[in-house]
């Protein structure tokens, strides 16, 4: 059985790939800030910190793959989160356990999003691809969460992108998952507030195969890329989200 590591497995999405791969018998060791093996905050350079020291403890072995999940919407007050958790939260462990995930020719899963190609702020994905923490947190402070979501997103796709041939040269595969909307904890809180009740509704039913995402169908993605069945898949971003990024993009593959 294999040996894994990933963050954000508290809730969700994350949890759903913590059950597919326990239930699968293999060992796994979880960072998120609660109902973790390592409970360590992503947003900060010390708790990033923690979290690889915790793994590399653990897994002294190597990993055969490791999935970067933890996030935090775009509605969270307070945005420099938004930079910190979901962009360095993911690429810092990526990098810092490239040496175990290299031992086992390991797999890595990184959960970006459909919004990625959303409008942003190019400052602030350069920022972000210069790994320049301080700018990122600073353009934060005074612009709208939605685009700083869809920014962190767009930046870990290009991450990924960029550092493909790198990490393949090692004999570690890169890829990502890109969500659609999925019920989770990130979408209920706004879900279930009544305000936005009829504009949820209508984006659901804009979704082609008309519904929302489950955290169980990400799993399954997640799933597959860890897998030897994926064993030529190497820098792809796989939509998984009903359809809609081709409704919305039909151009562009
Ligand atoms: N739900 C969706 O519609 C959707 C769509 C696209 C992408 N995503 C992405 O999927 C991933 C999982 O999201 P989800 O919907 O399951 O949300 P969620 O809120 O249920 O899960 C997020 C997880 O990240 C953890 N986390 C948050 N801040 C952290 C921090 N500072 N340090 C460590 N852990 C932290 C949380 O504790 C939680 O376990 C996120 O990266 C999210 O951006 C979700």
Same mark, same amino acid.
Request: include cysteine; charge should be negative; proline fraction near 3%.
């Given at each position: 059985? *294999? /040996?894994? @590591?990933?963050t954000? +497995? @508290?809730? +969700?999405i994350g949890?759903? =790939?913590?059950?597919?791969?326990?239930s699968?018998?293999?060992?796994?060791?979880v960072?998120?800030?609660?109902?973790a093996?390592?409970?360590?905050d992503l947003?900060?350079?010390e708790?990033?910190a923690e979290?690889l020291? +915790? =793994?590399k403890?653990?897994?002294?072995? *190597?990993? !055969?793959g490791f999935i970067?999940?933890? *996030?935090?919407?775009?509605?969270v007050p307070?945005?420099p989160l938004?930079?910190?958790?979901?962009?360095?939260g /993911?690429?810092?462990?990526? !990098?810092?356990?490239r040496d175990l995930?290299?031992?086992?020719?390991g797999?890595?899963?990184?959960?970006?999003?459909?919004?990625?190609?959303m409008?942003t702020?190019?400052d602030?994905?350069?920022?972000? &691809?210069?790994g320049?923490e301080? @700018?990122?947190?600073?353009?934060a402070? !005074?612009t709208?969460?939605?685009?700083?979501?869809s920014?962190?997103?767009?930046? =870990?796709?290009?991450?990924?992108r960029?550092?493909t041939?790198?990490y393949?040269?090692?004999g570690?595969?890169?890829?990502?998952?890109?969500? +659609?909307y999925?019920r989770?904890?990130?979408?209920?809180?706004v879900a279930?507030?009544p @305000?936005?009740?009829d504009?949820?509704?209508q984006?659901?039913?804009?979704?082609? &195969?008309k519904?929302?995402g489950?955290p169980?169908?990400i799993?399954?993605a997640?799933s597959?890329?860890?897998?030897?069945?994926?064993?030529?898949v190497c820098g /792809?971003v796989l939509f998984? !989200?009903g *359809?809609?990024?081709?409704?919305?993009?039909p151009?562009s593959c």
């Open positions: 059985m *294999g /040996s894994y @590591a990933m954000g +497995g @508290a809730t +969700g949890a759903a =790939i913590r059950k597919s791969l326990v699968a018998g293999h060992q796994l060791i960072v998120d800030v609660k109902d093996d390592i409970n360590a947003s900060t350079a708790g990033r979290a020291a +915790g =793994i403890a653990r897994a002294s072995d *190597g990993l !055969d970067a999940c933890a *996030g935090v919407s775009g509605s307070v945005k938004i930079p910190s958790v979901n962009y360095f /993911s690429v810092e462990l990526v !990098d810092g356990l995930l290299r031992t086992r020719r797999s890595v899963v990184l959960i970006a999003s459909n919004s990625a190609p409008e702020r190019q602030y994905v350069d920022a972000l &691809l210069a320049d301080a @700018a990122a947190r600073a353009i402070e !005074d709208d969460g939605h685009p700083l979501y920014g962190s997103k767009q930046a =870990i796709a290009r991450w990924m960029r550092n041939q790198s393949a040269a090692e570690i595969r890169l890829n990502a998952v890109a969500p +659609g999925t989770t904890p990130m979408t209920e809180s279930s507030d @305000a936005y009740a504009a949820i509704k984006f659901l039913d804009s979704i082609p &195969l519904r929302a489950e169980e169908d799993a399954k997640v597959y890329l860890l897998s030897d069945e994926a064993s030529f /792809s998984v !989200d *359809g809609h990024d081709a409704m919305l993009r151009d």
